[in-house]
């Protein structure tokens, strides 16, 4: 069995570090090879599901797939203070994804505060906020 046949094996047992030990080996942000490139996003994924949070956060220090995947994973666990924290840190990715969940819920108005302190020049922001309150 090779080593991506093991991968998917210890993802489907949920045996996580060996899943994320096994894809990380074989994963490169931006790779020109599309295959490496596809296995980091595989990596940031695992490292998702694991609920490896801190792993993330520090990886998206300089890597936006990790930041971005970070940020989804947040709003799945229903961590909005968390969001809101990384919106108020000035992670657009975060902002975007906090004014849409508010938006969402219907807490339009909520979201329309958030754009405003967290990102007021931010026109992509304030245009998600524009779509919820469009009939």
């Known amino acids: 069995m090779d080593w991506f046949e093991q991968a998917r094996a210890a993802e489907q047992l949920r045996d996580w570090d060996a899943a994320i030990t096994l894809v990380s080996a074989h994963a490169e942000c931006?790779?020109?090879?599309?295959?490496?490139?596809?296995?980091?996003?595989?990596?940031?994924?695992?490292?998702a599901r694991a609920k490896r949070f801190t792993e993330l956060t520090e990886l998206g220090l300089t890597d936006v797939h990790?930041?971005?995947?970070?940020?989804?994973?947040?709003?799945?666990?229903?961590m909005e203070a968390a969001l809101?924290?990384?919106?108020?840190d000035r992670d657009p990715d975060a902002l975007y994804v906090l004014v849409r969940l508010l938006c969402e819920a219907n807490r339009v108005q909520e979201a329309h505060q958030v754009a405003q302190d967290f990102g007021p020049e931010d026109q992509y922001a304030h245009r998600i906020v524009a779509r919820f309150r469009t009939p």
């Open 66 to 78: 990790a930041r971005r995947r970070l940020n989804r994973s947040l709003r799945d666990q229903g």
């Open 30 to 47: 931006y790779s020109s090879d599309h295959h490496m490139h596809g296995n980091h996003l595989w990596h940031m994924e695992l490292l």
């Open 84 to 88: 809101r924290s990384r919106a108020k």
